[in-house]
């Protein structure tokens, strides 16, 4: 490991200043590490063993993607068994945990919002006085009618006080419609809280110049960004790897200060997954990387 990693015990708690994330002491952080992929399918990744694998490449953050639909929370609330033990894990190894209420196909977050405050009530209760913990309230509001005025904004300001009531200074990442891209009319319609950015999701494949238009768009107008979710694929998760475009992704965020993490650490048979079939639970060697697995690995350490 990289003798300039830092992780909770250096930056301790995270705040938002203007559209910068700093630490407790004033000064700039920027977050890299790896998602994992969906915790009802591949929780063994999301493990002390994986992720402590991430960490001595230089990760110094792991998202825990819980999501509702397919198999997920909704219908097997014991997942969040699994989710709890990820964020210790990650915690005990000095990083910071996002916890990620996953919505994709049920992709309007004020469907399950009596659900969602639940879950964040109990996780923001048991995790109230730990300074690595961040809370993502709907990774991808999705579909035409899913506006931010009228569906995300409304959710938002209904989950983000449950969370506030136990832990008032956590970091808190919000959603933007059309697959957290319109991050745009999210910062032309801010919310009005501390504390909280917005995500910009990426696929190296499918996103490129419009995109990041949208993005420099919303950082002039005051929103903070965090890309909680990329991959160095096309959109479906399959298709390339697209590294040159990664690349290119990765230099602008880098400009930005925007911290990443990169979807997903799995060894599921997609171009996406930081793993090849049949990897073991953690201790990865190059041989049970994927392309792009070597390829995303190389740059946490990257400023
Ligand atoms: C994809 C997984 C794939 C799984 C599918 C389920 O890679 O294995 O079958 O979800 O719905 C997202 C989502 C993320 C997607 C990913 C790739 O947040 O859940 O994962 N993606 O399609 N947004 C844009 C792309």
Same mark, same amino acid.
């Given at each position: 490991?990289?003798?300039?990693?830092?992780?909770?015990?250096?930056?301790?708690?995270?705040?938002?200043?203007?559209?910068?994330?700093?630490?407790?002491?004033?000064?700039?952080?920027?977050?890299?590490?790896?998602?994992?992929?969906?915790?009802?399918?591949? !929780?063994?990744?999301?493990?002390?063993?994986?992720?402590?694998?991430?960490?001595?490449?230089?990760?110094?953050?792991?998202?825990?993607?819980?999501?509702?639909?397919?198999?997920?929370?909704?219908?097997?609330?014991?997942?969040?068994?699994?989710?709890?033990?990820?964020?210790?894990?990650?915690?005990?190894?000095?990083?910071? %945990?996002?916890?990620? /209420?996953?919505?994709?196909?049920d992709?309007n @977050?004020?469907e399950?919002? $009596?659900? %969602?405050?639940?879950?964040?009530?109990?996780?923001?209760g048991?995790?109230?006085?730990?300074?690595?913990?961040?809370?993502?309230?709907?990774?991808?509001?999705?579909?035409?009618?899913?506006? /931010?005025?009228? *569906?995300?904004?409304?959710y938002?300001?209904?989950?983000?006080?449950?969370?506030? $009531?136990?832990? !008032?200074?956590?970091?808190?990442?919000?959603?933007? !419609?059309?697959?957290?891209?319109?991050?745009?009319?999210?910062?032309?319609? @801010?919310?009005? *809280?501390?504390?909280?950015?917005?995500?910009?999701?990426?696929?190296?494949?499918?996103?490129?110049?419009?995109?990041?238009?949208? *993005?420099?768009?919303?950082?002039?107008?005051?929103? !903070?960004?965090?890309?909680?979710?990329?991959?160095?694929?096309?959109?479906?998760?399959?298709?390339?790897?697209?590294?040159?475009?990664?690349?290119?992704?990765?230099?602008?965020?880098? $400009?930005?200060?925007?911290?990443?993490?990169?979807?997903?650490l799995?060894?599921?048979?997609?171009?996406? %997954?930081?793993l $090849?079939?049949?990897?073991p639970?953690?201790? /990865?060697?190059?041989?049970?990387?994927?392309?792009?697995?070597?390829?995303?690995?190389?740059?946490?350490?990257?400023?």
């Amino acid at each position: 490991m990289n003798s300039d990693w830092h992780g909770i015990s250096y930056h301790g708690r995270l705040r938002v200043s203007g559209t910068r994330l700093m630490d407790e002491n004033g000064r700039d952080v920027v977050l890299h590490g790896m998602s994992s992929h969906g915790m009802q399918w591949y !929780p063994h990744f999301a493990r002390l063993q994986g992720i402590q694998t991430t960490k001595t490449m230089g990760a110094n953050v792991f998202r825990i993607a819980m999501y509702t639909d397919e198999g997920g929370y909704l219908t097997k609330k014991n997942i969040a068994d699994d989710v709890i033990k990820a964020v210790d894990d990650t915690l005990a190894l000095d990083m910071y %945990a996002i916890i990620d /209420w996953h919505i994709l196909h049920d992709n309007n @977050p004020m469907e399950h919002i $009596r659900e %969602a405050q639940d879950f964040f009530e109990m996780m923001s209760g048991r995790y109230a006085n730990e300074k690595g913990v961040i809370y993502e309230i709907c990774n991808e509001p999705n579909g035409p009618e899913v506006t /931010w005025s009228r *569906c995300v904004k409304p959710y938002a300001e209904r989950v983000i006080p449950v969370i506030r $009531r136990h832990a !008032p200074e956590a970091l808190i990442l919000v959603g933007c !419609p059309t697959w957290s891209q319109d991050v745009d009319i999210c910062a032309e319609d @801010p919310l009005d *809280c501390s504390n909280i950015m917005y995500t910009l999701h990426f696929y190296a494949g499918t996103h490129g110049d419009e995109l990041r238009e949208k *993005c420099i768009k919303a950082l002039g107008m005051g929103a !903070p960004i965090f890309a909680s979710e990329w991959g160095t694929s096309a959109a479906d998760g399959n298709g390339g790897v697209f590294l040159r475009e990664s690349d290119v992704w990765l230099d602008f965020l880098s $400009r930005n200060g925007i911290s990443w993490c990169n979807w997903s650490l799995a060894d599921r048979d997609e171009t996406s %997954a930081a793993l $090849r079939p049949g990897a073991p639970d953690g201790g /990865w060697t190059s041989e049970h990387l994927s392309e792009s697995g070597r390829y995303v690995f190389s740059k946490f350490a990257d400023k």
